[in-house]
T-cell receptor, first 110, second 115 residues
């Protein structure tokens, strides 16, 4: 079993749609969680950290479910510019090993 | 503000040739530094990380090596490249780890093709 698993997609959605991605992790000692965005042939960029109580940043909402060991990302009112690959990232506090999921590809169409 | 530089942006090398990729960080002191590789259509694989000058930890045994000759300089090397070394090489930095503060920030990457 992979340490971090994501549905590779692609998710094809129209502009204005709401789309959600899930990511599962296997290490129950994981403490820090992030979502990164990666555009084609570019470096990953931090989208948002994921806090235990859930957090929101504009149209983006991240949730953490420790009991089931998954995190989610919800994108509301999708824009064409949201088209990218979304990477789920998990690490243990104090450690240096950061595990990146393979990513979920999103296409937003007009 | 902090910035991270990588060069070259693209590189085409023959099998068996040496490799040297450089990464430098500006605007921060004593960062943690990381080298990742991303193969086509796959996730990021951590290759090396460093918490200080001359301190290198390897995550995956392979024909690559890393060095940190200065606080904000991280170099990835190989004596003889293999076809399987092709990929997108990314350097990243972070500050001292904490529960939510150890966010990694990536450089623009080097796209390496070994022929």
């Amino acid at each position: 079993r992979k340490e971090v698993e994501q549905d590779p997609g692609p998710f094809n959605v129209p502009e204005g749609a709401t789309v959600a991605f899930n990511c599962t992790y296997s290490n129950s000692a994981s403490q820090s969680f992030f979502w990164y965005r990666q555009d084609c042939r570019k470096e990953p960029k931090l989208l948002m950290s994921v806090y235990s109580s859930g957090n929101e940043d504009g149209r983006f909402t991240a949730q953490l479910n420790r009991a089931s060991q998954y995190i989610s990302l919800l994108i509301r009112d999708s824009k064409l510019s949201d088209s990218a690959t979304y990477l789920c990232v998990v690490k243990s506090t104090g450690g240096f090993k950061t595990i990146f999921g393979a990513g979920t590809r999103l296409f937003v169409k007009a | 503000s902090q910035t991270i530089h990588q060069w070259p942006a693209t590189l085409v090398q023959p099998v068996g040739s040496p490799l040297s990729l450089e990464c430098t960080v500006e605007g921060t002191s004593n960062p943690n530094l990381y080298w990742y590789r991303q193969a086509a259509g796959r996730g990021l694989q951590l290759l090396f990380y460093s918490v200080g000058i001359g301190q290198i930890s390897s995550e995956v045994p392979q024909n690559l090596s890393a060095s940190r000759p200065q606080d904000r300089q991280f170099i990835l090397s190989s004596k003889k490249l293999l076809l399987s070394d092709s990929g997108f090489y990314l350097c990243a930095w972070s500050v001292l780890p904490g529960r939510y503060t150890d966010t990694q920030y990536f450089g623009p990457g080097t796209r390496l093709t070994v022929l």
